[in-house]
């Protein structure tokens, strides 16, 4: 049994995660090991009833302003209530990770969106001084939540 659950993750799981593909950001995929994967599982694909798939939004988020802003909001100051994705429903509080600096930060979501969510390559990736400016003012994770609920409607396809 053990031998089929794990055939199956590395079946499913994103290039550069499994595969032979190196990873972009490797001090990202440190941190979200270290942070996140606990939840979200090494290759991002979330845990039933728990929490969700880092794979599906992150990669269309940062084609936009405010989705980049959602992005960084998310890490800075987590966010708590319940939100679906693919059609599946979670209810759960994301921590905050503003303990940690820019660079780590934007090097972390980095990971998620390109080297997890497999973002298209030419998309711009998040910067260091993109988390220095949310930092400035602060918002609570159910704030985060109602922030995603806009941006989600407004994703280019």
Not at 41 to 57: D, I, Q, S
Not at 82 to 102: A, T
Not at 110 to 134: M, Q, S, T, Y
Request: glycine residues 8%.
């Amino acid at each position: 049994m053990r031998r089929l659950l794990a055939l199956a993750i590395l079946s499913t799981a994103p290039a550069g995660v499994w595969a032979d593909e190196p990873l972009r950001y490797e001090d990202g995929a440190a941190t979200f090991k270290a942070n996140c994967a606990v939840c979200h599982r090494p290759n991002g694909a979330g845990t039933a009833g728990l929490a969700p798939p880092v794979t599906v939004y992150p990669p269309r988020f940062v084609a936009t302003a405010e989705g980049r802003r959602q992005l960084v909001l998310t890490s800075l100051y987590g966010m708590y209530g319940e939100i679906s994705v693919e059609d599946r429903r979670y209810n759960f509080k994301m921590p905050e990770f503003s303990r940690l600096d820019d660079a780590t930060l934007a090097a972390t979501l980095n990971h998620v969106v390109f080297d997890l969510g497999r973002a298209p390559a030419e998309a711009k990736p998040i910067e260091a001084a993109e988390i220095a400016a949310e930092r400035t003012i602060a918002v609570d994770g159910a704030e985060v939540r109602a922030h995603r609920e806009s941006v989600i409607g407004r994703l280019p396809q």
